[in-house]
Each structure stands twice: as C-alpha cells, then as structure tokens.
C-alpha cells in the first residue's frame, strides 16, 4: 500500500468514527427525551417560624410541595390559635388550628389548618416571595395536569399511607403530593375527615359568606370546585409569586 493510499484510509477511518459518535449520542438522546412539562427538580422555601418546605415546578408556576404550618405572620405577628370548639364557630377574626389539637401530632404530615380571616390578612401568612393563590391561578394549575377531573390524581399522593382505600386514580406525576388533611367545621367546630379529603383555599371570595377551595377526595380523580365559608379551617398551599 502506498503512503497516499494509507493517508486516505487513515481519512476514511477517521470520518468514521466521527459519525458512529454522533449517531451514538442521537440515540442516547432519543432513550431520554426531557419534556417541556415535565417538574423540575425540587427547591424548598423557609418561612418565618423556620419550617422548611419542598417545592415543585409545574408548567410556569412553582408550588409548596406540603402545607403550610406557620404560626406567625411575616411581620413576627402571632397567628391566634383556637382549639376550643365553640370559639373557633364564632371567631370571626384571623385564627388557625391543628387537626383534633396535635393529638397525634398531626402537625408534621398534614400542617395546619386556617380560617379564611388568616388567609386574607394584609400581614400575609404565606411566606416572602409567595402568596395564597386564587382561583383563578388553582385554574392554570389543572390546566397543566390535563383538566378538573384528572389533575387531582395527578396530585394526590399515592398508595394508602395517609389516603383511605381506594384512593382512586393517585399517581401524584404531578410532585404535589396532597395529603388528606381532612377540615374543621364552621358549624360546630369539630375536626373531620382526615384520611379521606383534603381543601386548599383559594384567595378569591365565592359570595359574602365565604371563599373559594379546592377539594380532592380518596374516590375519584378530581380537583373540585367548592364554596367553604370562611369560618371553616382548610389547609393551605402557597404559589410563588
């Protein structure tokens, strides 16, 4: 073989291998696509009181990944608790609460709970940089999971851990892992439910008695749209701003 008959080999041999790289990273890439939709990694956010929250990225918006448990406003100001049954259904002011006072200490996995009146307080219970979301943003949200009745599976957490069977339809593909944080009743004050639904309060008023939630049960899919009056104690999930 001569030398020019070597060099063009060597050529021949070298564009080769370029392509069988090329061709090797194309696949690699095919067998793990990334989709536009698809979380994020999570973050996690702090509030005043020093509990730290996971958080997760659906579609454009960013989301408390777990409720909220804060006990103070963002200026230092302590949010009233009321455990006393009678006085939480004539409180007509800012308060919150634990499901059945922590017995269990229900804190840690569920958060609290919080009247209305906590929610629209102008010292702002959600975090810096976050904020209750309205209706209108819980409507972007089941948007991006495909409608109001799928987005609540995609959104529960699975299995029945804390979901009483059959907890239908849970995949949480979403990241938002929602708990069955249960309520406090306006009627009577009592505690209710826990293991079977969960609310998340909205901040845009449904009437003059009362606002809008968000409601997820262990039966189907959904994410309904429910009227709560404000007097009622539901969970929390807070929207980056």
């Given amino acids: 073989m001569t030398k020019k008959e070597r060099i063009i080999n060597l050529n021949i041999s070298s564009r080769l ?3 069988i790289i090329l061709v090797l990273a194309t696949i690699s ?5 990334v989709k536009a939709d698809d979380p994020i990694d999570q973050t996690t956010v702090t509030d005043i009181d020093g ?3 996971e958080t997760i990225q659906i579609g454009d918006q960013e989301w408390m990944a777990e409720n909220l448990k804060v006990t103070h406003y963002r200026d230092g100001t302590a949010i009233t608790n009321v455990s006393d049954n009678i006085a939480w259904t004539v409180t007509t002011t800012e308060a919150y609460c634990i499901y059945n006072n922590n017995a269990n200490n229900e ?7 919080y009247n209305w009146y906590a929610v629209d307080d102008s010292r702002n219970i959600a975090p810096e940089g976050w904020h209750i979301p309205t209706e ?14 799928v987005a609540g599976g995609k959104m529960k957490e699975t299995g029945t851990s804390h979901w009483v069977s059959p907890n239908i ?10 708990l069955p944080s249960g309520y406090r009743s306006y009627a009577d004050g009592s505690y209710g439910y826990m293991g079977y639904v969960t609310s998340f309060w909205s901040a845009t008023l449904s009437g ?6 968000r409601r997820l049960g262990y039966t189907d899919s959904d994410l309904r749209l429910s009227h709560s009056n404000k007097e009622g104690g539901t969970a929390i999930r807070c929207l980056r701003d």
Wanted: proline content about 2%; hydrophobic content about 40%.
């Fill in 208 to 213: 003059s008695s009362g606002a809008w939630v």
């Fill in 29 to 33: 890439c095919e067998d793990d696509p």
């Fill in 169 to 178: 339809g849970a995949t949480n593909e979403s990241g938002f892992t929602a």
């Fill in 107 to 113: 804190v840690d996995t569920y958060g609290a709970l």
């Fill in 136 to 149: 209108a943003e819980w409507q972007v949200l089941i948007d991006n999971l495909g409608g109001d009745e």
């Fill in 51 to 53: 509990n730290v929250y």
């Fill in 17 to 19: 291998a370029v392509l």
